[in-house]
């Protein structure tokens, strides 16, 4: 691994690649455009390294001694979310790239590749983690404001999320929808947001 410690507060973009010319080309390259880079001479190298709170994306060669890109892009998958993966290589076929995006690849680039591609694919892989930040902490806020409501609060939620109206929602309680408007705005508040719009965009940050 490079002498650097990634750091934690900010997207890292980590260099998996057995080729040390790559390595510090890439790592260069990446560093000249402002990125924090780390890089590691195999994928057991960065699995041995690899903390719970690191993010960013890893750029993975797919030949390598021992685990391959593809199976590192495998061992990642769903275990470390805020890790996104660009796959490179020299030896690219359909067979490979289908795998690599199956596994949620963020690129699949064939080298000799050139400074824009890399660039733009680490840029797509940032945006990846962020939307998955904003993702978690909507969730955390429905989670948190669903410990807040009271049954009846919760109901009226849970139908406003599948976009039934207030008539629908009344029928389906078997309530007036005057009470229902009361416990939508009840819910509002204690989400912390002001109007149906907000709600919408909070819902659907969430995976809930």
């Given at each position: 691994m490079s002498p650097a410690q990634p750091s934690t507060h900010r997207e890292t973009v980590f260099i998996v690649d057995d080729d040390a010319s790559v390595r510090d080309s890439l790592s260069l390259m990446l560093s000249l455009?402002?990125?924090a880079t780390a890089t590691f001479a195999s994928a057991e190298d960065f699995l041995g390294s690899l903390q719970p709170d690191?993010?960013?994306?890893?750029?993975?060669?797919?030949r390598m001694p021992g685990m391959s890109g593809l199976e590192l892009q495998e061992s990642l998958r769903g275990r470390h979310p805020k890790l996104a993966v660009i796959i490179v290589t020299a030896h690219g076929d359909v067979a490979a790239a289908r795998r690599a995006?199956?596994?949620?690849?963020?690129?699949?680039?064939?080298?000799?590749?050139n400074a824009d591609q890399i660039i733009d694919a680490v840029e797509k892989a940032r945006?990846?983690?962020l939307i998955g930040d904003a993702s978690d902490t909507a969730t955390d806020a429905i989670k948190a404001a669903r410990q807040k409501l009271s049954e009846?609060?919760?109901?009226?939620?849970d139908l406003m999320i599948k976009g039934l109206h207030n008539r629908h929602i009344a029928k389906e309680l078997g309530i007036s929808?005057?009470?229902?408007?009361?416990h939508k705005a009840r819910?509002?508040?204690k989400l912390g947001v002001k109007n149906?719009?907000?709600f919408v965009r909070l819902v659907d940050c969430s995976p809930t």
């Amino acid at each position: 691994m490079s002498p650097a410690q990634p750091s934690t507060h900010r997207e890292t973009v980590f260099i998996v690649d057995d080729d040390a010319s790559v390595r510090d080309s890439l790592s260069l390259m990446l560093s000249l455009q402002g990125y924090a880079t780390a890089t590691f001479a195999s994928a057991e190298d960065f699995l041995g390294s690899l903390q719970p709170d690191w993010r960013g994306c890893v750029v993975a060669d797919i030949r390598m001694p021992g685990m391959s890109g593809l199976e590192l892009q495998e061992s990642l998958r769903g275990r470390h979310p805020k890790l996104a993966v660009i796959i490179v290589t020299a030896h690219g076929d359909v067979a490979a790239a289908r795998r690599a995006f199956l596994s949620d690849a963020i690129d699949f680039i064939e080298k000799p590749f050139n400074a824009d591609q890399i660039i733009d694919a680490v840029e797509k892989a940032r945006e990846r983690v962020l939307i998955g930040d904003a993702s978690d902490t909507a969730t955390d806020a429905i989670k948190a404001a669903r410990q807040k409501l009271s049954e009846r609060e919760r109901q009226v939620m849970d139908l406003m999320i599948k976009g039934l109206h207030n008539r629908h929602i009344a029928k389906e309680l078997g309530i007036s929808p005057r009470t229902v408007e009361v416990h939508k705005a009840r819910v509002m508040e204690k989400l912390g947001v002001k109007n149906l719009v907000d709600f919408v965009r909070l819902v659907d940050c969430s995976p809930t």
